[in-house]
């Protein structure tokens, strides 16, 4: 088993920059790829960004590449997504995110969820 709880979501001005961290629990959350979805209202969950075991491969939706970067440290059992230059249309719930497969874009192909927090870019 593996408990995911995020946190550092809030209010931001378009432009601006926050960082979400993931803090994880479980003996073999480290051999999980980790990820970060979204959810705006009335839409579906969107994948936006994982992170390999070892830290050093990283993927992105083609929406966030350049803006967001993700990272984690094992050692503090934590995952974190830096997010630059935001902008409203990055409005959302943001749910971190375990899987035992690599290169996985799909709610479905995740086992382990967070239970989200909230981000919420003004114009």
């Known amino acids: 088993q593996v408990q995911l709880v995020e946190s550092g979501g809030g209010l931001v001005q378009a432009g601006g920059s926050l960082r979400l961290s993931c803090a994880a629990s479980?003996?073999?959350?480290?051999?999980?790829?980790m990820g970060w979805f979204r959810q705006a209202p009335g839409k579906e969950r969107e994948f936006v960004a994982a992170i390999g075991l070892s830290a050093a491969s990283t993927y992105y939706a083609d929406s966030v590449k350049g803006r967001f970067t993700i990272s984690r440290d094992n050692a503090k059992n934590t995952v974190y997504l830096q997010m630059n230059s935001l902008s409203p249309e990055d409005t959302a719930v943001y749910y971190c995110?375990?899987?035992?497969?690599?290169?996985?874009?799909?709610?479905?192909?995740?086992?382990?969820w967070g239970q989200g927090t909230q981000v919420t870019v003004s114009s």
């Open positions: 479980g003996r073999t959350w480290s051999s999980y790829t």
């Open positions: 995110a375990a899987s035992a497969g690599w290169g996985k874009r799909q709610t479905y192909d995740y086992h382990y």
